[in-house]
């Protein structure tokens, strides 16, 4: 599985980004996607997730009521829209592919088997 993160850049705070996760070699439809994010110094955390059937997804409490994942099989594709940005959301973004899920391991690093190269998202006050 290769996966490819696009999308990122620099935004105001309020401001609203989408992130792409497409995704290559095996369909994204036959395993859990998730976001993550890292900040120098600091160990990659999990931000939200969707399960292959696109029926579930899991977002970390401090995102939750502004971001929005979501899939679209038919581009191999999962999108993370984020909207009422802060400057805490400043980091580097990845995107992860998780091919042997099962329930809480979607917001576990060690869970998942291919990353992508990440994509950065800078909020300014």
């Known amino acids: 599985v290769q996966l490819q993160a696009s999308g990122g850049g620099l935004v105001q705070a309020g401001g609203s980004l989408r992130l792409s996760c497409a995704a290559s070699g095996r369909a994204s439809s036959t395993y859990t996607t998730g976001w993550f994010r890292q900040t120098p110094g600091k160990e990659r955390e999990f931000v939200a997730a969707i399960s292959f059937t696109g029926d579930t997804t899991y977002y970390r409490d401090s995102v939750k009521d502004r971001f929005t994942i979501s899939r679209d099989n038919s581009k191999n594709t999962v999108y993370l829209q984020m909207n009422s940005l802060k400057p805490e959301d400043t980091a580097r973004y990845y995107c992860?592919?998780?091919?042997?899920?099962?329930?809480?391991?979607?917001?576990?690093?060690?869970?998942?088997?291919?990353w992508g190269q990440g994509t950065q998202v800078t909020v300014s006050s």
């Open positions: 992860g592919a998780d091919l042997f899920g099962y329930s809480g391991s979607e917001r576990l690093i060690s869970e998942y088997d291919f």
